[in-house]
């Protein structure tokens, strides 16, 4: 579907296959236009819930603690900057920071500008003191802990 298609459907919900949907944001991406798109799965919770609604841009440079489209290993993620070399950035959902991503920085198709949780702006960086910094790394930590429990037995 091509994004002249996309316009004609706009604000209708659309259920298409991701590989196909991701082609078509990176196109329109490559026009240099922002995109919006729905957020799927739970990797970054709880600062990104299935739902919520991401705006991805292309004209700013990701830095650490970005949130980011990748390709990575055939598919499409939207991670969190945790680390960055030369050529690579690492990438890990906010609730496991214990899986991280290597991608080369060409994988990086655009950064999250703006997201929102129905009408509520989302706030996207993490901010503060260090000693803030530590307990939402705990809080995230245990509920990355709740959660795997929860998946398991419930």
């Known amino acids: ?74 598919s499409y993620i939207l991670h969190r900057i945790v680390g960055i070399t030369a050529n690579y950035f690492f990438l890990a959902g906010d609730g496991n920071k214990l899986q991280v991503e290597r991608v080369k920085k060409s994988q990086v198709l655009a950064v999250v500008a703006e997201a929102f949780r129905g009408e509520e702006s989302l706030a996207l960086r993490v901010m503060g003191t260090n000693i803030q910094q530590f307990k939402q790394c705990l809080l995230r930590f245990f509920w990355y802990i709740i959660y795997s429990i929860k998946k398991r037995f419930l």
């Open 1 to 74: 579907m091509s994004s002249d298609k996309l316009k004609k459907h706009a604000g209708e919900k659309i259920v298409w296959k991701n590989n196909s949907f991701f082609k078509e944001v990176e196109e329109v991406l490559h026009q240099g236009k922002k995109v919006k798109i729905a957020v799927r799965g739970s990797s970054m919770n709880p600062v990104l819930r299935e739902g919520d609604v991401v705006v991805l841009e292309t004209e700013k440079l990701p830095i650490k603690k970005d949130i980011v489209l990748a390709k990575y290993e055939g």
